[in-house]
Nanobody
Framework: QVQLVESGGGLVQPGGSLRLSCAASGSILRIDDMAWYRQAPGKQRELVAHITRGGGTNYADSVKGRFTISRDNAKNTVSLQQNSLKPEETAVYYC??????????????WGQGTQVTVSS
């Protein structure tokens, strides 16, 4: 019913920048909260950044001041600007959305993930 498609991952040197994007499509009436998570090999998935429909944000302590989450409600997209990347931030990054469907039900959706590798 709803698809989330991430893009923008890749290989970057330590200290470099990447911009991740996620586009939602399908039977969407409205999207409330959106977020980015990441999962490194052998570790649990963790919240990186969260944004409400009204634009309120919060971040994991480890990324504050370096990452910025933003969204476009008209386009059903969310982005994550990542600056000053560190090798330990190598992970698969996942988009997440809290969606109100056309039948007024609420479901949470995940994207397929995009790989970010920080290495020299």
């Amino acid at each position: 019913q709803v698809q989330l498609v991430e893009s923008g991952g890749g290989l970057v040197q330590p200290g470099g920048s990447l911009r991740l994007s996620c586009a939602a499509s399908g039977s969407i009436l409205r999207i409330d909260d959106m977020a980015w998570y990441r999962q490194a090999p052998g570790k649990q998935r963790e919240l990186v950044a969260h944004i409400t429909r009204g634009g309120g944000t919060n971040y994991a302590d480890s990324v504050k001041g370096r990452f910025t989450i933003s969204r476009d409600n008209a386009k059903n997209t969310v982005s994550l600007q990542q600056n000053s990347l560190k090798p330990e931030e190598t992970a698969v990054y996942y988009c997440n959305a809290d969606v109100i469907l056309l039948d007024y039900s609420r479901r949470r959706y995940w994207g397929q993930g995009t790989q970010v590798t920080v290495s020299s």
